[in-house]
């Protein structure tokens, strides 16, 4: 038996492509340390850790308006939901989705992320969403 994913309320449409029904995910990133800490490059073509109280199931479509510090002009992603980090997660984890980069465009966003990332800040692999301390210990 195959169970499909279990469809949502769509907060909002994107009309593309592949992504009718997906949500979207407004995330304004506010510092490189932020940055640094959201980014995921250990996922093909990169990702996003974003903190969200919403729920999501694996492989749902979302679409990310990303705006990247000192931006004014925001960033439309496509992604998809790789990692779900639930409320009340153990060891004070900040509850939010794992996203991957889909879509044609995948690389050169994350090429785009990546040149605003702090290379002077070693954050040891981990991503943002660990603990709320390990981000206000490298500010």
Do not use: C, W
Request: hydrophobic share 40%.
């Amino acid at each position: 038996m195959v169970l499909s994913p279990k469809r949502r309320p769509v907060v909002g449409q994107h009309r593309i492509a592949g992504m009718h029904d997906a949500e979207i995910l407004n995330y304004v990133v506010n510092d490189p340390v932020e940055l640094n800490l959201s980014f995921m490059p250990f996922i093909n073509n990169g990702g996003l850790f974003i903190p969200t109280p919403k729920s999501f199931s694996l492989g749902d479509r979302v679409l990310i308006d990303l705006q990247l510090p000192g931006k004014k002009d925001s960033i439309k992603i496509e992604g998809k939901v790789v990692m779900v980090i639930p409320q009340n997660a153990l060891h004070h984890v900040l509850p939010g989705v794992g996203l991957q980069f889909i879509g044609a465009n995948a690389p050169a966003i994350r090429t785009e992320i990546e040149s605003h990332l702090d290379k002077s800040m070693e954050v040891g692999g981990y991503t943002y969403g660990i603990t709320e301390e390990t981000k206000r210990d490298k500010k």
